[in-house]
């Protein structure tokens, strides 16, 4: 009896699971909750990609280049970040090559074309330190959102182009009164 070909929707699915069980695995032990929502995000996102590079491949090759490439965009391998993991690190606890894990993550950045410190990529808790995700332009000019008018913070929210409206910081009264 010859043996049924796997549905490409299945072996998706099936990957996709797999890979994800991985992760979140790994960020729970190692990491938190933020990354892995970050790398839950990035695992769907390939899954939605026609083909799918996810039924490709290891999957622990591939959950050691997702969580790589969170880490990359979120500096995790710097030591004044908490947590703090160097990226090698992913690579020996997903048992992948460093070569192999960099090379992944490599592949992932292209494929979705993910920069340093990009906003869509970067942790919610670490937002208000990303000047990526503040950066627009107006009139021509590059400016840093958090210091325009409200109305015009308002509008640039509107259209997407910061995460949200930065609360002021509060003046106390003695700062008010001025000699």
Not at 33 to 60: D, F, I, M
């Amino acid at each position: 009896m010859r043996k049924r070909k796997p549905d490409p929707d299945e072996a998706k699915q099936q990957a996709v699971e797999e890979i994800a069980g991985l992760v979140d695995a790994f960020c729970r032990e190692n990491l938190n909750e933020e990354y892995a929502e970050l790398c839950r995000r990035l695992t769907e996102k390939l899954a939605r990609k026609r083909p799918t590079p996810l039924v490709s491949g290891r999957p622990n090759t591939w959950a050691c280049g997702i969580v790589r490439t969170i880490g990359w965009v979120n500096f995790l391998d710097d030591r004044s970040q908490s947590p703090h993991m160097k990226l090698t690190a992913i690579d020996k606890a997903f048992g992948v090559g460093e070569s192999t894990g960099q090379g992944k993550s490599m592949l992932i950045r292209k494929m979705l074309k993910i920069r340093p410190m990009d906003p869509e990529w970067s942790l919610r808790s670490r937002m208000d330190q990303n000047p990526m995700a503040w950066m627009i332009q107006v009139n021509g000019f590059l400016v840093d959102a958090r210091f325009l008018k409200r109305e015009i913070q308002e509008e640039a929210l509107r259209k997407g182009l910061i995460p949200y409206i930065p609360e002021r910081p509060q003046t106390s009264s003695s700062d008010e009164e001025y000699p």
